[in-house]
Nanobody, 128 residues
Framework: QVQLVESGGGLVEAGDSLRLSCAAS????????VAWFRQAPGNEQEFVAG????????KYSDSVKGRFAISRDNGRNTVLLRMNSLKPDDTAVYYC?????????????????????WGQGTQVTISS
């Protein structure tokens, strides 16, 4: 199993950039698909981006495609979410999630119930 800790959130202005980091403890991190979800007040949790164990496959929600980039460094047990051209609508708590997916270079689910391990979240606030 893995334990996940997010960092990098904060308050920025519209148009600015932020980089979120998800640090994992545990072994065989390269066998886990990792995703970012977010939840704004009053809204359901939504998928943002995901990446398979060796980074072969990435997925993005339509709302962030072209602005956000997910990557991972398995040597450092870290997944990054680079967020550019931020908008007030991106304001939310961002969560890192992982699921054990050995032997798959395409398994990258987009539903939160498909992930077993979760971080505590980091707040991202975009002012207009």
């Amino acid at each position: 199993q893995v334990q996940l800790v997010e960092s990098g959130g904060g308050l920025v202005e519209a148009g600015d950039s932020l980089r979120l980091s998800c640090a994992a403890s545990g072994s065989a991190f390269n066998l886990y698909t990792v995703a970012w979800f977010r939840q704004a007040p009053g809204n359901e949790q939504e998928f943002v981006a995901g990446i398979t164990g060796e980074g072969e496959t990435t997925k993005y929600s339509d709302s962030v495609k072209g602005r956000f980039a997910i990557s991972r460094d398995n040597g450092r047990n870290t997944v990054l979410l680079r967020m550019n051209s931020l908008k007030p609508d991106d304001t939310a708590v961002y969560y890192c999630a992982a699921i054990f997916a050995p032997g798959s270079d395409t398994y990258c689910p987009t539903q939160n119930y498909q992930y077993r391990y979760w971080g505590q979240g980091t707040q991202v606030t975009i002012s207009s």
